[in-house]
């Protein structure tokens, strides 16, 4: 069983900025593809943004896009959200998640290990 740990939620004023952290033990998933998705109560997990961890591209959710940034420490393998500019819309708990292929994907579907979540609440 693979385990992703997220970390770096919290409560953050509206326009403040947050960074998550994404930690996967070892050299585990070392070369797939990764994501972030949130879900706000009573609302469906929706996609945030993705890298390939080879290579380096990227893909966002035009909810987030220049104002979130995610990028990955190959050596520690560990994955980043940076959120800067948030929003109260940008409230929920974010997940991050690993796919089995080298390929950006932004389907829940596509993704087979997650994270248990962390809470990002952003007051207006």
């Known amino acids: 069983q693979v385990q992703l740990v997220e970390s770096g939620g919290g409560l953050v004023q509206a326009g403040g900025s947050l960074r998550l952290s994404c930690a996967v033990p070892g050299r585990t998933l070392s070369t797939f593809s990764r994501g972030w998705f949130r879900q706000a109560p009573g609302k469906e997990r929706e996609f945030v943004g993705a890298i390939t961890w080879i290579g380096d591209s990227t893909r966002y959710a035009d909810s987030v896009k220049g104002r979130f940034t995610i990028s990955r420490d190959i050596a520690k393998n560990i994955l980043y959200l940076q959120m800067n500019s948030l929003k109260a819309e940008d409230t929920a708990v974010y997940y991050c998640?690993?796919?089995?292929?080298?390929?950006?994907?932004?389907?829940?579907?596509?993704?087979?290990?997650w994270g248990q979540g962390t809470q990002v609440t952003v007051s207006s």
């Open positions: 998640a690993a796919t089995d292929t080298l390929l950006i994907r932004t389907m829940t579907g596509d993704y087979r290990y």
